[in-house]
């Protein structure tokens, strides 16, 4: 019995293991040659293949604990955001920003810049304050900003190759109750008052099926928390699904579906705690690329590859998503040269996504964009160094803490050996 990634599209031959105590998952790693960590197998890249010691942290036991200042928590590591966001809540507490599922576990989130939108929020990333990791020898060891730093720069956005993290030291806010508002709007409309809109809302995010005129647009700020109870308005996903196999079987009704789609409302409001309103359900799989703009080129790399998409009436069958970060100095963010606009392509899971992909790639990258590190892209070592001037600074701690190579997969093995 082996493991697949969320999409199906990334297999290991290897079942997970799962220990029971930081003492057992340490004496695993001592012994083990080739050791990769998996959370909730959300990436899209092969970042947790192995033919080796696959780990997850689902069993070992662990709790949160709260800083006398209640500006911090230490968090188990594996535990999912559903997790921890719902503990944190008990407390009082809650993370600044969240992205728009929530079963990733903290530490395979934050390993690679896991976002959610708004113009003044980093990643998740940038709530890292400090970890505890089992390094490649099997011993535990922490850094922060101060006690072994290059390798908490480093870590915090790991891939997973500086070793297991067991607890991760996070930036809290007071717990906070949100409001939700999904609205269709027009795509000409949305592209010129975006920036303002932007500022105006705490969160703003759109989805543009390509083949349409509308968006549909979603905002969220915070609301007082007597207001009414939450009514559910995601997108109806039976009759989604319906429409996507449809376009899977007849490639070329998918312009024509959409349009007859986006004649439907999508308008909806609904309310509550914050950590039950930033996550939807996603059940129907689908293939994902999302590259990092500069914020001020990104809604016209959006209108160039949408352009490109309606001209050859190409089978793009799910929607864009397009959300703001604020940037961060941490090494190999896309988000460290400044704030970005995140551009998402998806495709559905049945349908073939390599060739689209690769052009709207090639789109992305004629516009400065750098891709998120766990959805798909096509980067080489020698891009890795030309996007990132810290790249070599990156590899060089990875020396450091695992000599012999013992978190390298094939794939990070080309990218960061
Ligand atoms: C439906 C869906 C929705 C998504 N929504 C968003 C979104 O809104 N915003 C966004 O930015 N991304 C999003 N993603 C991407 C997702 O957040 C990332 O792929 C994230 O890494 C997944 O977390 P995970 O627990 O599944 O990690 P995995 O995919 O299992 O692992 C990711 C990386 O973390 C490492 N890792 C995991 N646990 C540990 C550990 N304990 N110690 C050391 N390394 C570890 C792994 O080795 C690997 O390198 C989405 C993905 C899907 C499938």
């Not at 508002?181 to 975006?194: G, L, N, P, T």
């Not at 909806?268 to 950590?275: L, T, V």
């Not at 970060?325 to 040269?337: G, L, T």
């Amino acid at each position: 019995m082996g493991w697949s990634n969320w999409s199906g599209s990334v297999a290991a031959p290897v079942a997970v293991t799962r220990p029971q105590s930081e003492d057992e998952l340490a004496a695993l790693v001592r012994s083990a040659a080739k050791v990769r960590a998996t959370g909730a197998g959300h990436s899209f890249m092969p970042l947790c293949a192995s033919n080796d010691l696959l780990l997850g942290l689902d069993d070992l036991p662990g709790e949160i604990r709260v800083a006398p200042d209640r500006r911090t928590a230490r968090i188990p590591a594996g535990w999912s955001i559903k997790r921890l966001t719902a503990a944190l809540w008990d407390e009082g507490l809650a993370l600044a920003n969240q992205g728009d599922v929530n079963p990733q576990s903290l530490a395979g989130a934050m390993a690679t810049g896991t976002h959610g939108t708004g113009v003044d929020l980093g990643s998740l990333a940038t709530m890292a304050r400090g970890f505890r990791l089992i390094g490649a020898d099997g011993e535990a060891r922490w850094c922060d900003a101060d006690t072994e730093s290059d390798l908490y720069q480093a870590q915090r956005l790991s891939l997973g190759l500086f070793g297991i993290a067991t607890e991760i030291e996070v930036a809290l806010v007071p717990a906070f109750h949100l409001a939700e508002r999904i609205e269709k709007r027009r795509w000409d409309e949305v592209r010129k008052s975006y920036d303002d809109l932007a500022q105006r809302h705490r969160h703003i995010e759109f989805w543009f099926f390509p083949h349409a005129d509308h968006v549909i647009l979603k905002t969220l700020d915070p609301c007082d928390p007597c207001d009414p109870p939450p009514t559910t308005t995601d997108m109806e996903e039976t009759a989604f699904r319906r429409v996507l196999d449809v376009a899977a079987r007849l490639p070329f009704l998918t312009p024509w579906l959409q349009r007859g789609m986006m004649k439907t409302g999508f308008d909806g409001h609904r309310r509550g705690p914050a950590h039950s309103i930033f996550p939807s359900d996603r059940t129907i799989r689908f293939e994902e690329m999302e590259y990092e703009m500069p914020r001020a080129a990104g809604l016209d790399a959006l209108a160039e590859v949408v352009g490109w998409i309606r001209k050859k009436r190409l089978p793009v069958t799910f929607p864009f998503e397009y959300r703001t970060v604020a940037a961060d100095d941490i090494w190999i963010s896309p988000m460290n040269a400044g704030p970005v606009a995140a551009i998402s392509m998806h495709q559905y899971a049945k349908m073939p996504w390599q060739g689209v992909f690769a052009e709207a790639e090639a789109i992305f990258r004629g516009h400065d964009g750098r891709p998120h590190w766990a959805k798909r892209h096509t980067l080489t070592r020698a891009d890795v160094d030309s996007l990132y001037p810290l790249a070599e600074r990156y590899r060089c701690v990875r020396r450091t803490a695992d000599p012999h190579g013992k978190f390298l997969n094939p794939h990070l093995e080309a990218l960061f050996s």
